[in-house]
């Protein structure tokens, strides 16, 4: 009697579980909660300041562009020289701050970016100074 309501009970929290279970995996892609996000970037500023120098890194051949998409998906590509980059990947707004999760790994993931008229700005802390980028729309 007792093993037959343990299986029962189990069977109960099972059937209350699924549901959660199925959503978690749900391939449908989240909506952005901000749409004022959404949209095509390119880098307008992009610079390493080392104490009083500042190297600016679109000169020549350097290149940045994202597009984020409703849902939250990234797409885009980075071009130093000869050397082009496509990115893909996720983007999160949390706390007023954008987050870009990209494959393959790239300075931009670890790079928080404010939410600003026209645009993001992303400062990353070096050892030796400050990369500072500027996306605009």
């Given at each position: 009697m007792q093993r037959r309501s343990r299986r029962s009970g189990l069977r109960f929290r099972l059937a209350l579980?699924?549901?959660?279970?199925?959503a978690a995996c749900d391939p449908a892609p989240i909506r952005s909660s901000d749409p004022s996000i959404e949209g095509s970037y390119?880098?307008?500023?992009f610079s390493v300041e080392t104490g009083d120098r500042v190297y600016d890194q679109l000169t020549g051949q350097t290149s940045i562009q994202l597009?984020?998409?409703?849902?939250?998906?990234?797409?885009?590509?980075?071009?130093?020289?000869?050397?082009?980059?496509?990115?893909?990947?996720?983007?999160?707004?949390?706390d007023g701050m954008v987050h870009l999760d990209l494959g393959p790994e790239t300075f931009l993931s670890r790079m928080p970016f404010t939410i600003e008229a026209g645009g993001l700005k992303g400062m990353l802390a070096l050892e030796d100074g400050d990369l500072r980028l500027t996306l605009a729309r």
């Open positions: 579980l699924l549901p959660f279970a199925f390119r880098a307008t500023a597009t984020l998409s409703a849902d939250q998906r990234v797409k885009g590509a980075l071009v130093f020289g000869e050397v082009r980059t496509s990115l893909t990947g996720k983007w999160k707004n949390t």
